[in-house]
């Protein structure tokens, strides 16, 4: 995934790798240091990075540890303003290393979720809420950093370290123990084929070198001079006696060398970018297949996105030919799958794809809840029929929460005007509340099993009653997980999946 995104400051797609790598050394580090105080366990996850950092993003991420762990190495614990302040020592080290810091990259997202830390601490105490504002802030950050490198911009994707900074955030607030109720991130997971473009090249400084030094006798910034020339991407990190060198060069034993002047190069690493560069070029895969998707909402729009839709139709409930006709020639591929996601739909896409040139299948999706599990599917397979994908979303449990704008009964069930309600298979539901409402259409849809239930939030909806909605929801079943999200819909409070 992040290595799909990898097109900075090298094309060599492996900023996934190495950061999976560097938190892995990381973390197996912290254990070993057992339950011990916070600043053991971060000295000891800092440490674990430093010395299995890989790459640059692995090596950046190394240093924000380091940060971390700077700050809080004298506290047995740690609070909400803790962490905040931590969070701004761990951004203010990542650019400190770096000769040159850019904007667009990981460094700029981490100075977004610090500054949002900062500003949320001097008010908020609770460190649930506290991560939720930062990782809020590391998104939009994300967001921007196309904007702010044009080879972001030219590939179509944001910045990988960025992406994978943010990832470790919502790590951290998914899993403390006492969250239940998770807002996530749906991959950022690009085509590859179109991330690779014919302007984007290594250049001539094309190794990769990285190396430990062992009985350092210099300071980071004596060594850091030494190998400035003829380098970049360089980070010298650590402290004597033991200094972390990552460097591109065209001169790898040169790199080597000069570090031997003042310790024992261990650990010495040196990859060809140009020949990862270029396998991944020529690895290529064709574009099978293109997916359209009707959407309700910006929110959806980009959940659509993360997904694999390649175009959305959104900003209207019932898309015309001609809307859906343009978004099957934006397609690359010759072979287009249209998920409707909502019944009015259906009959436009059908028709559109018969007036196409195009080899166009029509998913008849009743809702875009069903969408995303087909999406989904797809991922799954490289050529499903839409017999398959609807197959696969056929067994979908998914209600339509909102108020109701007349009174209304259906099938003797009544709902009044401006109250609460929801439909579940032609079902309708009412009550005084929109909890009230959630729960008795989630029992319904659970059919007697505990399992996952997802909250698209719109309409007059914001974050925060989303989360407050589904700490209610799970304070009143224990049988289910929450997850909620963005949808942006006009028409509908809510949609709600249930997944067993």
Same mark, same amino acid.
């Given at each position: +995934?992040?290595?799909?995104?990898?097109?900075?400051?090298?094309?060599?797609?492996?900023?996934?790798? $190495?950061?999976?790598?560097?938190?892995?050394?990381?973390?197996?580090?912290?254990?070993?240091? %057992?339950?011990?105080?916070?600043?053991?366990?971060?000295?000891?996850?800092?440490?674990?990075?430093? +010395?299995?950092?890989?790459?640059?993003?692995?090596?950046?991420?190394?240093?924000?540890?380091?940060?971390?762990?700077?700050? @809080?190495?004298?506290?047995?614990?740690?609070?909400?303003?803790?962490?905040? +302040?931590?969070?701004?020592?761990?951004?203010?080290?990542?650019? *400190?290393?770096?000769?040159?810091?850019?904007?667009?990259?990981?460094?700029?997202?981490? =100075?977004?979720?610090?500054?949002?830390?900062?500003?949320?601490?001097?008010?908020?105490? =609770?460190?649930?809420?506290?991560?939720?504002?930062?990782?809020?802030?590391? $998104?939009?950050?994300?967001?921007?950093?196309?904007?702010?490198?044009?080879?972001?911009?030219?590939?179509?994707? @944001?910045?990988? %370290?960025?992406?994978?900074?943010?990832?470790?955030?919502?790590?951290?607030?998914?899993?403390?123990?006492?969250?239940?109720?998770?807002?996530?991130?749906?991959?950022?997971?690009?085509?590859?084929?179109?991330?690779?473009?014919?302007? !984007? #090249?290594?250049?001539?400084?094309? &190794?990769?070198?990285?190396? @430990?030094?062992?009985?350092?006798?210099?300071?980071?910034?004596?060594?850091?001079?030494?190998?400035?020339?003829?380098?970049?991407?360089?980070?010298?990190?650590?402290?004597?006696?033991?200094?972390?060198?990552?460097?591109?060069? #065209?001169?790898?034993?040169?790199?080597?060398?000069?570090?031997?002047?003042? %310790?024992?190069?261990?650990?010495?690493?040196?990859?060809?970018?140009?020949? *990862?560069?270029?396998?991944?070029?020529?690895?290529?895969?064709?574009?099978?297949?293109?997916?359209?998707?009707?959407?309700?909402?910006?929110?959806?729009?980009?959940?659509?996105?993360?997904?694999?839709?390649?175009?959305?139709?959104?900003?209207?409930? $019932?898309?015309?030919?001609? #809307?859906?006709?343009? /978004?099957?020639?934006?397609?690359?591929?010759?072979?287009?799958?249209?998920?409707?996601? =909502?019944?009015?739909?259906?009959?436009?896409?059908?028709?559109?794809?018969?007036?196409?040139?195009?080899?166009?299948?029509?998913?008849?999706?009743?809702?875009?809840?069903?969408?995303?599990?087909?999406?989904?599917?797809?991922?799954?397979?490289?050529?499903?029929?839409?017999?398959?994908? *609807?197959?696969?979303?056929?067994?979908?449990?998914?209600?339509?929460?909102? @108020?109701?704008?007349?009174?209304?009964?259906?099938?003797?069930?009544?709902?009044?005007?401006?109250?609460?309600?929801?439909? &579940?298979?032609?079902?309708?539901?009412?009550?005084?509340?929109?909890? !009230?409402?959630?729960?008795?259409?989630?029992?319904? +849809?659970?059919?007697?099993?505990?399992?996952?239930?997802?909250? &698209?939030?719109?309409? %007059?909806?914001?974050?925060?009653?989303? !989360?407050?909605?589904?700490?209610?929801?799970?304070? /009143?079943?224990?049988?289910? =997980?929450?997850?909620? &999200?963005?949808?942006?819909?006009?028409?509908?409070?809510?949609?709600?999946?249930?997944?067993?």
């Amino acid at each position: +995934m992040l290595n799909d995104l990898n097109v900075y400051p090298v094309p060599d797609g492996d900023t996934g790798t $190495n950061m999976y790598l560097t938190l892995r050394s990381a973390a197996l580090e912290a254990y070993s240091a %057992g339950a011990g105080p916070v600043s053991s366990v971060a000295a000891a996850a800092a440490q674990g990075a430093l +010395m299995g950092a890989r790459g640059n993003s692995g090596v950046i991420l190394s240093q924000m540890l380091r940060g971390f762990a700077h700050h @809080v190495r004298h506290r047995e614990t740690v609070d909400a303003f803790g962490v905040a +302040m931590a969070l701004r020592e761990a951004a203010l080290a990542a650019r *400190q290393a770096l000769l040159k810091p850019v904007d667009g990259t990981i460094v700029s997202v981490a =100075d977004a979720a610090a500054d949002a830390a900062y500003r949320l601490a001097l008010h908020e105490r =609770d460190l649930v809420r506290l991560l939720s504002g930062v990782l809020r802030a590391a $998104n939009d950050a994300l967001e921007r950093t196309p904007e702010q490198l044009p080879a972001l911009k030219e590939a179509g994707v @944001v910045d990988a %370290g960025g992406a994978g900074f943010v990832y470790v955030l919502e790590g951290a607030l998914a899993f403390l123990p006492e969250v239940r109720v998770r807002a996530t991130a749906f991959p950022r997971r690009p085509v590859r084929a179109h991330v690779f473009t014919a302007r !984007q #090249d290594v250049g001539e400084l094309r &190794y990769c070198t990285e190396l @430990v030094l062992e009985d350092a006798t210099c300071s980071v910034f004596e060594l850091r001079r030494a190998l400035e020339p003829r380098a970049e991407s360089l980070l010298v990190v650590g402290a004597p006696p033991t200094i972390k060198v990552h460097v591109h060069t #065209d001169e790898p034993e040169r790199v080597r060398a000069v570090a031997a002047r003042y %310790g024992t190069p261990t650990r010495v690493k040196v990859d060809d970018m140009e020949h *990862q560069h270029t396998m991944l070029l020529v690895d290529r895969p064709h574009v099978e297949r293109s997916i359209v998707a009707v959407v309700p909402g910006p929110g959806f729009e980009k959940i659509a996105r993360e997904l694999g839709a390649e175009v959305t139709v959104g900003g209207m409930v $019932n898309p015309s030919v001609r #809307d859906l006709l343009l /978004a099957f020639n934006k397609c690359l591929s010759e072979r287009v799958y249209v998920f409707a996601n =909502d019944e009015n739909a259906v009959p436009a896409a059908t028709a559109a794809a018969a007036l196409s040139t195009k080899s166009v299948e029509v998913i008849p999706t009743a809702n875009v809840v069903e969408g995303i599990n087909g999406l989904i599917a797809m991922r799954a397979g490289e050529r499903p029929s839409a017999k398959a994908l *609807q197959r696969a979303v056929s067994e979908t449990r998914s209600a339509r929460l909102f @108020v109701a704008s007349n009174d209304v009964v259906l099938d003797g069930a009544p709902a009044a005007r401006g109250k609460p309600a929801a439909i &579940y298979r032609g079902r309708l539901f009412a009550g005084e509340t929109l909890a !009230q409402v959630a729960c008795a259409v989630i029992g319904e +849809m659970r059919e007697g099993s505990d399992g996952l239930v997802t909250l &698209y939030y719109g309409g %007059g909806q914001r974050e925060k009653d989303a !989360q407050r909605l589904g700490e209610e929801l799970r304070a /009143a079943d224990a049988g289910v =997980d929450i997850e909620y &999200y963005y949808g942006g819909m006009k028409n509908a409070e809510y949609w709600v999946g249930f997944d067993a």
